[in-house]
């Protein structure tokens, strides 16, 4: 990982030291490192990419019709969620191990959760991008239970990485940031929202490759979500971890949401996962949240109204002044004060921001 990290960096510095001889050549330079970078742009795209997400039919449901000779065998547990539980398996059309999607037991009837499986599954597919996971089957098991395949992605989330941070210089850790923000805007210029950005929802993978995983919660703008079945079992939430994502009328992980996913209100845009993100980078930049709480309610009010510290006097370390700004300014509470777009943030943290 760190291999890839500093090859990264080196083009980077590379292409600064061919421009600083070439002042009067930028679009030469720009041209010569086009797609050297581990992780392409999508700022050049096709006219027929750039059309918004459609969820009109996302989540409709399949044919009754159940294939009898079930292609996947072999399971082992990777994941259970409030009401999700992942699975890696074997294809054995494609002899591949791959990840394997479902719905708990208690939740597998459900009708408006099997609409954001269904959501989730096609969704995924058309986010064709380098830091997202990609789609490969949707369908019905043996007992007519929805499921759907993906890309089997190895390595450690964002969260197990900065547990061992001492292992991570913080170099790599904004690279982490900067991959993230490249998947988000990329959904944004689709209209989607991922509205579940955290560290247990980024894979770290072993040659630096970055994923933002759990499009469950995604939401296209002006689109309205699949109400909550009043017969559905509700996940055991005083068990539940206050890291774990919550469904229902708030919808999201409370130490990562916006102040206006907390309300609840229907005009959350792309800048509640610029809220979310900067959040992430505040816990890499000082080991702690940026909302402070023992329980859920302490911890909405202090996400609605307390001001996060600031990451040097938090963490009592010298903090580059360019992050530092970055990072609250995503934090603001009201949206119309935080960064534009994902792509501002792309752009300051590709900045020397080492020198600020």
């Given amino acids: 990982m760190k291999g890839c990290f500093a090859r990264r960096q080196a083009l980077k510095r590379r292409k600064a030291l061919w421009q600083a001889g070439c002042l009067g050549l930028p679009k030469v330079v720009n041209k010569l490192f086009k797609g050297s970078l581990i992780v392409p742009k999508f700022s050049d795209v096709n006219e027929s990419d750039n059309l ?62 099997q609409k954001r499986l269904l959501r989730e599954a096609r969704v995924t597919a058309i986010l064709q991008h380098p830091n997202i996971v990609p789609t490969y089957d949707l369908g019905r098991d043996t007992r007519g239970h929805y499921y759907f395949t993906m890309k089997l992605v190895h390595g450690y989330t964002l969260r197990e990485v900065l547990d061992y941070r001492e292992r991570y210089d913080l170099t790599q850790l904004v690279d982490v940031i900067e991959q993230v923000a490249q998947a988000l805007s990329y959904a944004h210029t689709k209209g989607v929202i991922h509205r579940d950005v955290k560290p247990e929802n980024i894979l770290v993978g072993p040659f630096g490759e970055v994923v933002l995983l759990d499009w469950g919660l995604a939401k296209v703008w002006d689109t309205p979500e699949p109400s909550a079945s009043p017969d559905a079992p509700e996940p055991e939430s005083e068990a539940l971890p206050l890291t774990m994502t919550r469904h229902g009328k708030v919808q999201g992980t409370i130490s990562y949401m916006s102040p206006e996913q907390l309300t609840n209100e229907t005009e959350i845009d792309s800048r509640a996962d610029i809220y979310s993100l900067g959040a992430v980078l505040y816990e890499v930049l000082t080991g702690q949240n940026a909302a402070v709480g023992e329980t859920m309610d302490e911890l909405a009010r202090s996400v609605r109204y307390d001001t996060p510290g600031l990451p040097s006097q938090v963490a009592r370390l010298k903090i ?37």
Avoid: H
């Avoid at 074997?90 to 408006?112: G, M, W």
């Fill in 52 to 113: 918004k997400v459609d969820l009109k039919d996302t989540d409709r449901p399949l044919a009754e019709t159940l294939n009898p000779n079930f292609r996947y065998a072999l399971f082992s547990p990777i994941a259970k969620g409030g009401k999700s539980l992942i699975q890696s398996c074997s294809d054995l059309y494609l002899s591949r191990r791959i990840c394997y999607k479902s719905l708990r037991r208690e939740f597998a009837e459900d009708p408006v959760e």
């Fill in 320 to 356: 580059p002044k360019l992050l530092e700004d970055l990072t609250m300014r995503c934090l603001k509470k009201e949206p119309s004060e935080r960064l534009a777009n994902m792509e501002e943030m792309i752009r300051l943290l590709s900045q020397n921001w080492q020198l600020s």
